[in-house]
Antibody, heavy 117, light 111 residues
Framework: QVQLVQSGAEVKKPGASVKVSCKAS????????ISWVRQAPGQGLEWMGW????????NYAQKLQGRVTMTTDTSTSTAYMELRSLRSDDTAVYYC??????????WGQGTLVTVSS | NFMLTQPHSVSESPGKTVTISCTRS????????VQWYQQRPGSSPTTVIY?????PSGVPDRFSGSIDSSSNSASLTISGLKTEDEADYYC??????????FGGGTKLTVL
């Protein structure tokens, strides 16, 4: 069965960086892409971007351009999302989701990132 | 870019039918597929409808999706409501650059 298992919760100080991982299993990793979506406490879903696991092509949300980098490691079927220059309003649960450029089907369990001094 | 507008909340009784709307602010709703995600409290989102009206395997046929060009909106209809359907529901589409747009979410209460 398809599974996306994300790394554990993180606490970071403002200005720091965080790298969240998403390990895929149960399907051919390079046949799909991975989207990243975040959810601030009590708020809705916000799309961050997408990466093709086939060729590494990326598409980032405009508001995060320059602060976010998405990568994949096909040898371990793992996707990564790095967010730099963290601010308090980056505090959120970060989700990975398998899918193509325009939709996600299977989602990870989420990773809480807390940004606090 | 466009926005997707959903009602903040809806409520209905068990066994009844509820419809959640998702209105696109500009551009045709038919231009790009609409997806619907269910998020139960404390859980990750799951896909209940993709590509306007397709149901993933395992999603009961009580869930259906449609689009209406006259109102420029998509709808998620849940029939035979069960208490387990109580959740937040999000519509999602994308623009010509494949940048995703989410609706603000609708809290469904089954009482």
């Amino acid at each position: 069965q398809v599974q996306l298992v994300q790394s554990g919760a993180e606490v970071k100080k403002p200005g720091a960086s965080v790298k969240v991982s998403c390990k895929a299993s149960g399907y051919t990793f390079t046949s799909y892409g991975i989207s990243w979506v975040r959810q601030a406490p009590g708020q809705g879903l916000e799309w961050m971007g997408w990466i093709s696991a086939y060729n590494g092509n990326t598409n980032y949300a405009q508001k995060l351009q320059g602060r976010v980098t998405m990568t994949t490691d096909t040898s371990t079927s793992t996707a990564y999302m790095e967010l730099r220059s963290l601010r308090s309003d980056d505090t959120a649960v970060y989700y990975c989701a398998r899918g193509n450029k325009w939709q996600g089907d299977y989602w990870g369990q989420g990773t809480l990132v807390t940004v606090s001094s | 870019n466009f926005m997707l507008t959903q009602p903040h909340s809806v409520s209905e009784s068990p066994g009844k039918t509820v419809t959640i709307s998702c209105t696109r602010s500009s551009g045709s709703i038919a231009s790009n597929y609409v997806q619907w995600y269910q998020q139960r409290p404390g859980s990750s989102p799951t896909t209940v409808i993709y590509e306007d009206n397709q149901r993933p395997s395992g999603v009961p046929d009580r869930f259906s999706g449609s689009i209406d060009s006259s109102s420029n909106s998509a709808s998620l209809t849940i029939s035979g409501l069960k208490t387990e359907d109580e959740a937040d529901y999000y519509c999602q589409s994308y623009d010509s650059s494949n940048l995703w747009v989410f609706g603000g979410g609708t809290k469904l209460t089954v009482l």
